[in-house]
């Protein structure tokens, strides 16, 4: 079983800064592809960034320049650091992680598309 969880999340005013980290537990190998999305009332998911295990990224052109994403592939976490955030950002962030290899009795079995309960990121003055 592969769990994610999200911290972080919180009141900020427009122009400040957030930290969010997603953490996967089990035993896990490996994860392939870590990424944030967020949902903001009445609208679909998106993606916000994304970031392979060799360190690879995309972000959305919204939040370039702005939002930086990081993991560490030793503590099976990732981070996303906010700055300069706006009323826009407001959402709910929620953390994916796809194709994770993890230890389940003694075989390796593997995850696909696995998301975390979502963390609230509310930029209001």
């Known amino acids: 079983q592969v769990q994610l969880a999200e911290s972080g999340g919180g009141l900020v005013q427009p122009g400040g800064s957030l930290g969010l980290s997603c953490v996967a537990s089990g035993s896990i190998f490996s994860i392939n592809r870590m990424g944030w999305y967020r949902q903001a009332p009445g609208k679909q998911r998106e993606l916000v960034a994304d970031?392979?295990?060799?360190?690879?990224?995309t972000y959305a052109d919204s939040v370039k320049g702005r939002f930086t994403i990081s993991r560490d592939n030793a503590k099976n976490t990732m981070y996303l650091q906010m700055n300069s955030l706006k009323p826009e950002d407001t959402a709910v962030y929620y953390c994916n992680a796809d194709h994770i290899q993890y230890q389940r009795g003694s075989s390796s079995r593997y995850a696909f598309d696995v998301w975390g309960q979502g963390t609230q990121v509310t930029v209001s003055s």
């Open positions: 970031i392979t295990s060799g360190g690879s990224t």
